[in-house]
């Protein structure tokens, strides 16, 4: 292990010495370097339909509310040929099933940690108080049931859940806890965008996984990668090597990369252009058409794609298209190839949505009066040089204010970087206008190294002077290791507050 960790440094340290200790001719490192690239595309048997996760259930309470209930638990999945996996899931045994509310509803739900151990469930993307954030400081202990409650009030979007539990957040994702929330308002409604679940609206939550020689998941860094875990198989909703089998013209496909640290940059084995009609936080004004999108660990997109009848053509993962230092791209996963999903047109295709001129509000942040400007540096495994305290609160926002947060990743690898409670504008990329992949709500962005992201963002509510939301890098390795920091949300004359103690909001059964 340390030997491993002496050759990364001379590796990164080297400077302008990597390009030649990499291409030296002959040698380990050329040999590494070759070794380090993970191809799939041709290689892979699409014998499994893809499972797509249920709807959760849910049941109205006396107050209106809808109950859902989750439990953490321990399991066993089989992947593939051999022994099954020891996995972790949602009232199931892998991945837990998706969360559909309409804007306006109040939800509420029982998590149950049925697990040995802590654990959190977060709302990535849900704007709603800290108490109900489900981060670090809502652990939820073995044996109880964490009971959050909010009444649902964004844009339609597709979000999703993990748990964000103090330093252990990349081991719990990657056993599999995590689902899918779609947010439905009635102008989503009113669209004829593809929208029946399964059939021509489906999930598609794309995690990489390595298995060791007994068939359990493997969670050790990436050989000289400084990102953490990169796996040579491919799962989507929890099925290797998946098919599917069309029957619209149009399919809308919701893309969550719930990967601990792999940048995938999607597109089709035909180079068909597809069209990107929303982004984490909503739809988009209009839709753009394109051939390829990345999307870094926690983002979502939301495309949607034509077929013919009686064709067949795969979702791919292409190499990324830049963002690393030379030499570092091969030993983190950005020179490699995956596929990832096997469509099967019928014979005959329906045809009866389309999509739509107009969609979704564009962000309007850009002009706002911007109350306080902060900056913010990744780096290694801290922003701007500090690590993650549970008891430090790094800063207050005022309630109602716009702040514009600049923030770069100053290493040759990938950061990105999530903000919790609110969606934001990327208002400019090194000054420039955002490519138009960015041009909607936000919540996780992707930092390519050395350049200056410019984001606005409004705190609308909740104020809560004593808990805080996060805002940290969304390579779980990162955030475990300390790329993290913690803001409250103050009304006006409010202080920052302390961090209680004990801020578990769970409930003892
Ligand atoms: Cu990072």
């Given at each position: 292990m340390e030997r491993r960790k002496a050759l990364k440094w001379s590796l990164i340290g080297g400077g302008g010495g990597v390009g030649a200790l990499v291409?030296?001719?002959?040698?380990t490192v050329a040999y590494l370097y070759n070794e380090a690239k993970v191809d799939t595309v041709g290689k892979v048997d699409f014998d499994s339909p893809l499972a797509v996760p249920p709807l959760a259930e849910s049941e109205q309470d006396s107050s209106g509310a809808r109950v859902f209930t989750l439990e953490a638990q321990s399991g066993e999945t089989e992947f593939r040929s051999g022994a099954a996996t020891r996995t972790w899931g949602l009232n199931g045994s892998y991945l837990g099933p998706t969360i559909r509310a309409k804007r306006g509803e109040e939800v509420a739900f029982a998590i149950g940690n049925g697990l040995d151990e802590e654990t959190s469930i977060h709302w990535h993307g849900m704007h709603l108080p800290a108490v109900m954030d489900g981060g670090p400081h809502q652990a939820v202990s073995p044996g109880e049931t964490w009971t959050p409650q909010w009444t649902v009030n964004q844009p339609a979007a597709t979000l999703w859940y993990h748990p964000h539990p103090h330093g252990r957040t990349a081991e719990h994702v990657y056993r599999g806890l995590a689902g899918m929330f779609i947010v439905d308002d009635d102008e989503s409604e009113s669209?004829?965008?593809?929208?029946?679940y399964g059939v021509d609206d489906v999930p598609l939550i794309v995690q990489d996984r390595k298995f060791d020689d007994g068939n359990q998941f493997d969670d050790s860094g990436?050989?000289?990668?400084?990102?953490?875990v990169l796996g040579d198989h491919i799962l989507v909703n929890g099925t290797i090597g998946p098919y599917f089998e069309v029957g619209t013209r149009l399919v809308r496909l919701r893309l969550?990369?719930?990967?601990?640290s792999r940048l995938y940059n999607f597109g089709f084995s035909d180079d068909r252009p597809f069209h990107l009609i929303a982004t984490d936080g909503g739809l988009l004004p209009e839709a753009h058409e394109t051939e390829r999108i990345e999307l870094s660990p926690g983002e979502r997109a939301e495309i949607v794609v034509a077929f013919e009848p009686g064709e067949t053509v795969e979702l791919r993962s292409y190499p990324a298209e830049e963002g690393y230092v030379f030499g570092l791209g091969r030993f983190n996963g950005a020179d490699d190839r995956f596929d990832v999903v096997q469509f099967r047109a019928a014979g005959s295709l329906t045809d009866e949505t389309e999509i739509p001129a107009s969609m979704g509000t564009a962000p309007d942040l850009e002009g706002a009066d911007v109350a306080e400007e902060r900056s913010f540096k990744l780096s290694g495994t801290s922003i701007n040089g500090e690590k993650m305290a549970?008891?430090?609160?790094?800063f207050g926002v005022r309630e109602g204010s716009v702040e514009v947060w600049e923030v770069s990743n100053n290493d040759g690898y990938l950061h990105n970087f999530h903000v919790h409670d609110v969606q934001y504008q990327v208002l400019s990329v090194d000054d420039e206008t955002p490519p138009p992949h960015l041009r909607g709500w936000k919540d996780t962005v992707r930092l390519i190294p050395q350049r200056k992201y410019r984001l606005a963002m409004r705190f609308s509510d909740y104020t809560d002077p004593n808990l805080p939301y996060m805002y940290h890098c969304h390579l779980l390795t990162h955030e475990d290791q300390g790329m993290m920091g913690q803001f409250v949300v103050l009304g006006e004359g409010e202080e920052i507050g302390t961090v209680p103690r004990t801020s578990s909001a769970h409930d003892h059964s």
């Open positions: 291409f030296g001719g002959g040698g669209l004829n965008l593809p929208g029946e990436a050989f000289l990668s400084s990102q953490g969550l990369n719930g990967s601990n549970m008891d430090r609160i790094d």
